[in-house]
């Protein structure tokens, strides 16, 4: 979702108590931000209460620098608060990884050349040139960066260094067939999307069309998640699935799917550059 | 679906071969059946051919007790076919067995009062005594049998007995919570359809619901089966799918997974007692 | 949704201010009262402010019989707010008018009978006798009222009398195939819900699966509203689909659609009895 | 779908008659055409037949030039067929119309640069310039037609021309806003295929999702369908819907709507493509 220019995001959990709510839009009215948005969520189960308010900054008396400060001192230390905070004239800088399929790729960079998202994308890696070409269309570097498992250290290495370089914030793992090592994974925790194509947990790990076509199901999905050292272990952020038959060959399966895994996987990105997914405890709560 | 009081369906698979669907509609038209029904699959993989077949027999000039015997000289043989028979005027005959949750219960007797299914339901057995009110609300004979694991042999002893005396034809575990032996099993192969309250072959096993909240997933499910000696392992019928937030607790995906398990398992039976399953390789075709 | 035996719910909107949720909140903080469900939403198109919250009532300080004066006196004079205050402890009161189909009736009976609900059922009426053994089975008072166009006002009038001799507070048209009066639809506002077997607005009025089947839609769908005197045209509280081919006759579309209604309906129902749907310009806010 | 490069494919239908199924395919056979596709639908109420298959040429003993001679002659006079024959090696070849939204338009073009679809893309026409650099990534004839009141008619004469030059035999509108004129539409019959986004018959015509909101249904959708001289009441082809809430503003609609589109859409263009559509009596058969 296009953001108002002039707005900050605030992300935060909690211990839940009474009048949080109240204090924290208080805080923001008192210095004259205007509330464009609030969510929020109390998990009543484990006594925790999640909130995203987004607010215009256009007349808010405390400066910018100095917001993530006074929020801490007059609000997040009195609740144990941990929270994040964003401004939307800062865009996420993603980087793409992408293997040899092209389907999530073209999603992803088709929504982005139409000006849908506020988000800058530097970089695309891939561990083959096949993909080159799509990446030319839309005038995107482009690096191949092949892994083996001799040589798979090193060119996370790289590929770590192409990131910082390129101040990237969150990565995409749009069909990227390499399995991130968990030292890479720490230098983005939460800020790397995979798609899988199944519906996790069934069918985690390789070939889950051949495996769901095995198992005779009648509904295949895929499934967007945070990435952790667990794979495809980390953090659902969302999920859809199509039902299928005993006509369907894995052919089918894999064709069916693709439209799945491209609409999944674009949503969960568009949910992380608008500041809408909070991960905790390997769940996310996703605000609308 | 309610079928023409006079017809036979025949359920058939064998090895793919130029010629059989032309050959099996011209055995049905020759003898003046009228063909009502015909949906056929290649499996091209395997190379399998599975068809089912309805037609009128009215005019048929094979009388009813010679057709199977016909059919099995003149084109079975020659086909190394696989083949069962079915007359829609013999009803099959249904047990359910529930434990303490009525939801798909009433949903299966909700659908027998109502006259939509062509079927028995002689016998309800259950291992508690809750269920029986609606038993009697449908006026259904109603058999509590409380299994342990001491006493389970006997007691499955005495369900087969009550099954054996009542002529079941086929078994409907609505909810029922004991797991069947492989011996029972083997007395009902392929005809005993199983509700299980997840999307297969995620969450098999207890507390699926418990357990998907755990996950995080974004989407739940429920799995129409038969029963083998796999637990949740055999041919599945039919699943759905809703999807859930993180607001859900396990409480409210036990709620909405209950609307899914009916309707899925309601399905199933009618596409059972419709004769359009054919369970080939652990997996089911479902004619339509 | 088993409400708590001893809370209020406050269904309320207003013009959008700055701190209207802290004010409300903190009302009942301050009185002691621990909230347990709080959903607000802003139309911000139309600057309306809509919640919907509910709190324990076990240490509220201010009596039940005061509450509704005091939040008027104090808050809502103040925002101009419209609200209504319902306590858990009463019970909802529901007729069910029906006609010659069991379908949404049984759904909603088992509901009722499993305890699901926090529901009176006193009283079933119809224009046809068919519905009565199902009744039976549930020991629920049937009413045989046959309605003609000569006879249409007379009948109305014998139904209120009933409904208020019941004190019903408010109705279910399951699959009821006549047409109440705008008089009628004034005793009950937005307290009458419908289930119309159609996605609408598309094929309103009558036979909408003939019409449907004739079209060629891909997709057909049932739709549950609050009746006004509008026909099929409403507030729309809740719908759903399922996908339909070429294949499927008038005769299955309306086999589909059953489970479609009967869902539907039962869902709406749910969600008035929760006190979680506030209809607004023709449209309804459903809390989660 | 991607079909073999040597086959030919039949999509037929006639008043049905018993054996109709297995002298077409006694035809395949006794020239030792090797069936690879076979799906047949009657309609029972009507009594017509439908059916398609596709087989394979390699061995094929009747020239391909002579096929449909042979068929006409020996099969589709004596059961008064009406068919068409198409030879997977000759693609069809499609024009793209669009306007100033480009989701539709990436979503085509990036199944059509990853080899998916078996179909040449030699221009698109627009009546604004906007999409032209998207048509230039992918390295694709544009042109800007535009079109007024006033011009309609020698623009769409231009337009012809173009089809006519480049040998197009199928139109895609891909969110084209401009209502085609009758006299078009006579040039391409059931050969334009154009995305409508609301879920037909509801909303048809101008600012659906507007009028969606307005309505406050709970659903959305997108319906494919062959443009006819009544503006968005051709035969469907493909519809899906997604769920909404109260808390969608009509810009959320239009955001969630385009997903659908695009997908409604290309769906239809593969089925197209793939010969799988028969369009009989404003609506279609779509076989699987």
Redesign the interface.
């Known amino acids: ?1 296009k953001q108002n220019g002039n707005t900050a995001v605030l992300l935060m959990h909690c211990p839940d108590k ?2 949080i ?2 204090v924290v ?2 805080f923001i ?1 008192q210095h004259k931000g ?3 948005y ?1 969510d ?6 484990e006594k925790v209460f999640f909130m995203r308010v987004e607010w215009d900054l256009t007349l808010f008396q405390i400066p910018k620098d100095k917001i993530e400060e006074y929020f801490e001192t007059l609000i997040a230390v009195r609740y144990s608060m941990s929270f994040r905070l964003y401004f939307a004239d800062t865009k996420p800088r993603m980087a793409i990884f992408v293997s040899k399929m ?2 999530c790729l ?2 992803l960079l ?2 982005y ?2 000006g ?1 998202w506020e988000v800058e994308i530097p970089l695309i890696i891939s561990n083959h040139p096949d993909m080159e070409s ?1 990446a030319n ?2 005038g995107i570097e482009y690096h191949v960066i092949p892994v083996t498992k001799e040589n798979k250290a090193e060119q996370e290495a790289k590929q770590l260094e192409l990131l910082k370089k390129h101040g990237i914030t969150f990565c995409v793992l749009a069909r990227y067939m390499q399995v991130l090592s968990a030292d890479f994974i720490d230098h983005y925790p939460n800020r790397i999307i995979n798609i899988h194509h199944s ?5 985690a790990g390789a070939k889950p069309y051949h495996a769901a076509h095995e ?5 295949i ?1 895929a499934t967007s998640h945070y990435v952790t050292s667990d794979l495809d272990a980390g ?7 199509t ?1 299928i ?3 369907d ?1 894995v052919e ?1 399966l894999i ?1 069916k799917g693709r ?1 799945l895994e491209k ?1 999944v996987l ?1 949503h969960a990105v568009e949910k992380h550059i608008d500041r809408k997914i909070l991960a905790y405890k ?5 605000f ?1």
């Open positions: 979702m009474p009048g709510l109240a839009t208080e009215n205007n509330i464009l609030l929020q969520y109390v998990n009543r189960e092209s389907h073209y999603d088709a929504r050349a139409a849908e799509v269309r839309f519906f996790l947990p069934a069918f198992r005779g199901v009648k509904v999905g953090p659902i952020i969302e999920q859809d699935v039902h038959s005993h006509k060959t089918e064709k439209d609409i674009s390997n769940r996310t709560i996703v609308q």
